[in-house]
């Protein structure tokens, strides 16, 4: 089993989101009453107290620019959770338990930014790092897929990004 990069949205990224996320919006931060919001900035859930905001993120038109693709309607936004400030990010470089801990969609996008394949992921109680790895290894095998995204099926928020072993 190959060892993934998972990737949080990075700090200078939710820096930008918080002064105006990717609908051009200034958002209002809150106070996380009940905790549990997942965190995209440190790939963690809240905590009662926590102040949060909730923005709108296209991680892929992001990826897009940094690779000179064009997703064209593959192009999606979508709703983040962020600390309204700036965090210490992802406390380790491994596995986000988070991303697997419920039902996961993931993605593989080509060279140009197109869907070319994805997985519904269901974890099994306690394996839920070997089977968001053997997705992985599937959508992977696969030379054109370049880059994978994690989003939650119900709300299809994105969780994280994923790419191949450097």
Not at 55 to 83: I, K, M, N, Q, S
Not at 86 to 107: I, K, N, T
Not at 131 to 158: I, K, N, Q, S
């Amino acid at each position: 089993m190959d060892t993934y990069e998972y990737r949080a949205i990075p700090a200078e990224v939710t820096a930008q989101l918080r002064e105006r996320d990717d609908a051009w919006v200034t958002r209002e931060p809150f106070i996380d009453d009940e905790g549990g919001a997942p965190l995209r900035c440190c790939l963690t859930r809240s905590v009662p107290g926590d102040n949060l905001v909730l923005v709108t993120y296209a991680p892929l038109r992001r990826w897009a620019e940094e690779h000179g693709a064009e997703p064209g309607a593959y192009d999606e936004t979508g709703p983040v959770f962020l600390h309204a400030r700036e965090c210490a990010g992802p406390r380790h470089d491994g596995f986000p338990a988070g991303v697997a801990s419920s039902r996961r969609v993931f993605r593989g996008y080509d060279k140009r930014g197109h869907i070319v394949g994805g997985r519904l992921v269901s974890p099994a109680n306690g394996h839920a790092e070997e089977v968001a790895a053997a997705a992985l290894d599937d959508l992977f095998a696969d030379p054109a897929v370049e880059v994978v995204h994690v989003r939650a099926v119900e709300f299809g928020c994105f969780h994280a990004e994923v790419r191949r072993p450097a």
